[in-house]
């Protein structure tokens, strides 16, 4: 396999291993336990796409100097020891004083870390074979979901073991966890040093770099791409960070389950990830996008339901359902939501104008989760209902509708998602078909999938599905 390919790939694996014990519900835990509110939550899931703002300074930066790996490196280096410094809190500071301590430890992190991603993109842009960007993306997050899956289900048992042997030290497990997840990230620059360097040209003369970031928006294709992406990640981050306060507090889930319940969604998002690829290559990213919006559309919806108005019979069911479906969902949608900013950005322009794409996207995906905890706290003592009644010989009722406190957001998000796939709509992309279409080839794959199931070899091969496609990746020459 090509050195590209292959320090790209390991830097995916350790990458993922890093914010599978880092980030994500573990995260959020963590901040619960320190006492975090709704808005606190909503702070802290505000704090990852703001801090992409720093990719203004790094496009000048890259602009004037053309010095992408060496920027990508440093940022990514600096990043993960401000990461590693967050296992100490549990120790230095009370929770209170410790909550605004992991704030700003998590902002320096984010900060660094957008420096470094600016380089990051634009050296793939020009690296990575243009092509087969959606198979090499899509084996990337599957060979990183294939090792985030078990690390994340084993710490998530782990914790809660630790938790009940010894209930007053279970800051110090949090703790433990950052130090392996930050050792693993620390590793992974070994990884990107072995990426061949792509160098780009210095531009002559001075960097003017605000006209060089309204260049994308002269564009006008680009420009609705622009508008899309931003409505979609304002909509989908309004609800998503409050999913696992959702579960550990008003279902009352232990970490395990949740974790379980993750683990469900992260293995129907690698089990897609290559079909997803292959139709991007094969159809187009925006067709792959406006069939996979509606499904995480209506899983987002279905969280409502997961309540009458406490946990009841059909509750892990559907939630189970409503994991697998966002993780097939978001399989296609970020893999395309990515590789589609990237094909039409020009070459040799990609800076400048996936700087563009990613601030406006930041801006949208940072206000959301912040509007979304003021909100969560808004409705916490609010109820809409409604409820079908019959009255006759007995009376009657069915209550058919329940929002409260979170389910709210999940409506408005809900809502906001059906306008932004309306701005999908006016993107042009070469090769785009229906949506139908894509889904019928989805669901055919599916179908010859299980239909293999009939005999041992092909039961075989589902179980190996994708793993063996991955391997074979990574051995290819």
């Given at each position: 396999?090509?050195?590209?390919?292959?320090?790209?790939?390991?830097?995916?694996?350790?990458?993922?291993?890093?914010?599978?014990?880092?980030?994500?519900?573990?995260?959020?835990?963590?901040?619960?336990?320190?006492?975090?509110?709704?808005?606190?939550?909503?702070?802290?899931?505000a704090?990852?796409?703001?801090?992409?703002?720093?990719?203004?300074?790094?496009?000048?930066?890259?602009?004037?100097?053309?010095?992408?790996?060496?920027?990508?490196?440093?940022?990514?280096?600096?990043?993960?020891?401000?990461?590693?410094?967050?296992?100490?809190?549990?120790?230095?500071?009370?929770?209170?004083?410790?909550?605004?301590?992991?704030?700003?430890?998590?902002v320096?992190?984010?900060?660094?870390?957008?420096?470094?991603?600016?380089?990051?993109?634009?050296?793939?842009?020009?690296?990575?074979?243009?092509?087969?960007?959606?198979?090499?993306?899509?084996t990337?997050?599957?060979?990183?979901?294939?090792?985030?899956?078990?690390?994340?289900?084993?710490?998530?048992?782990?914790?809660?073991?630790?938790?009940?042997?010894?209930?007053?030290?279970?800051?110090?497990?949090?703790?433990?966890?950052?130090?392996?997840?930050?050792?693993?990230?620390?590793?992974?620059?070994l990884?990107?040093?072995?990426?061949?360097?792509?160098?780009?040209?210095?531009?002559?003369?001075?960097?003017r770099?605000?006209?060089?970031?309204?260049?994308?928006?002269?564009?006008?294709?680009?420009?609705?791409?622009?508008?899309?992406?931003?409505?979609?990640?304002?909509?989908?981050?309004?609800?998503?960070?409050?999913?696992?306060?959702?579960?550990?507090?008003?279902?009352?889930?232990?970490?395990?389950?949740?974790?379980?319940?993750?683990?469900a969604?992260?293995?129907?998002?690698?089990?897609?990830?290559?079909?997803?690829?292959?139709?991007?290559?094969?159809?187009?990213?925006k067709?792959?996008?406006?069939?996979?919006?509606?499904?995480?559309?209506?899983?987002?919806?279905?969280?409502?339901?997961?309540?009458?108005?406490?946990?009841?019979?059909?509750?892990?069911?559907?939630?189970?359902?409503?994991?697998?479906?966002?993780?097939?969902?978001?399989?296609?949608?970020?893999?395309?939501?990515?590789n589609?900013?990237?094909?039409?950005?020009?070459?040799?322009?990609?800076?400048?104008?996936?700087?563009?794409?990613?601030?406006?996207?930041?801006?949208?995906?940072?206000?959301?989760?912040?509007?979304?905890?003021?909100?969560?706290?808004?409705?916490?003592?609010?109820e809409?209902?409604?409820t079908?009644?019959?009255?006759?010989?007995?009376?009657?009722?069915?209550?058919?509708?329940?929002?409260?406190?979170?389910?709210?957001?999940?409506?408005?998000?809900?809502?906001?998602?059906?306008?932004?796939?309306?701005?999908?709509?006016?993107?042009?992309?070469?090769?785009?078909?229906?949506?139908?279409?894509?889904?019928?080839?989805?669901?055919?794959?599916?179908?010859?999938?299980?239909?293999?199931?009939?005999?041992?070899?092909?039961?075989?091969?589902m179980?190996?599905?994708?793993?063996?496609?991955?391997?074979?990746?990574?051995?290819?020459?």
């Open positions: 396999m090509e050195d590209r390919l292959r320090g790209f790939y390991l830097d995916g694996v350790a990458s993922q291993a890093m914010s599978s014990l880092t980030g994500g519900v573990f995260l959020a835990a963590f901040a619960l336990a320190l006492g975090a509110s709704n808005a606190a939550i909503g702070l802290l899931a704090i990852p796409p703001l801090t992409q703002l720093t990719q203004v300074p790094a496009t000048w930066l890259i602009e004037r100097y053309g010095q992408r790996k060496r920027i990508a490196f440093l940022g990514a280096a600096l990043s993960r020891i401000f990461l590693l410094a967050v296992a100490a809190i549990p120790f230095l500071a009370s929770r209170g004083a410790g909550l605004a301590l992991l704030v700003f430890l998590l320096m992190y984010g900060s660094l870390g957008a420096i470094g991603g600016c380089g990051w993109n634009s050296w793939m842009r020009d690296l990575l074979p243009e092509r087969r960007l959606g198979r090499v993306f899509g990337r997050m599957a060979l990183a979901s294939a090792v985030g899956i078990p690390l994340s289900l084993g710490a998530g048992l782990a914790l809660d073991a630790w938790g009940a042997a010894h209930p007053e030290q279970k800051l110090a497990a949090y703790a433990a966890l950052f130090v392996a997840g930050c050792a693993i990230g620390l590793l992974g620059l990884f990107i040093a072995i990426i061949p360097d792509c160098p780009m040209a210095p531009r002559e003369g001075k960097v770099l605000l006209r060089r970031l309204r260049e994308p928006l002269a564009d006008a294709n680009f420009r609705n791409l622009l508008r899309f992406s931003a409505s979609w990640n304002f909509a989908t981050n309004l609800a998503a960070p409050f999913f696992t306060v959702y579960m550990l507090s008003r279902l009352g889930l232990s970490l395990s389950w949740v974790m379980g319940l993750t683990v969604g992260q293995v129907a998002n690698l089990a897609s990830l290559r079909l997803w690829g292959k139709f991007a290559d094969r159809f187009s990213n067709s792959v996008i406006a069939a996979c919006g509606p499904l995480f559309l209506v899983a987002i919806l279905l969280w409502t339901f997961t309540t009458r108005p406490g946990p009841y019979a059909l509750t892990l069911p559907l939630l189970f359902a409503i994991h697998v479906m966002m993780g097939v969902a978001t399989a296609g949608v970020n893999l395309a939501l990515g589609i900013a990237l094909k039409l950005a020009p070459r040799g322009e990609a800076t400048a104008y996936l700087a563009t794409n990613g601030i406006l996207v930041s801006l949208a995906a940072g206000v959301a989760p912040l509007l979304g905890g003021l909100l969560a706290d808004l409705f916490s003592g609010r809409l209902a409604l079908l009644s019959w009255t006759g010989a007995r009376v009657l009722s069915l209550q058919a509708l329940r929002f409260t406190q979170l389910d709210f957001l999940f409506l408005f998000a809900f809502l906001l998602g059906l306008y932004s796939l309306h701005r999908l709509s006016l993107v042009v992309e070469e090769g785009e078909v229906t949506e139908r279409i894509v889904v019928e080839e989805f669901l055919s794959e599916v179908r010859r999938g299980l239909r293999s199931l009939s005999s041992v070899a092909g039961l075989q091969g179980i190996a599905f994708p793993f063996v496609s991955v391997m074979a990746a990574l051995k290819k020459k």
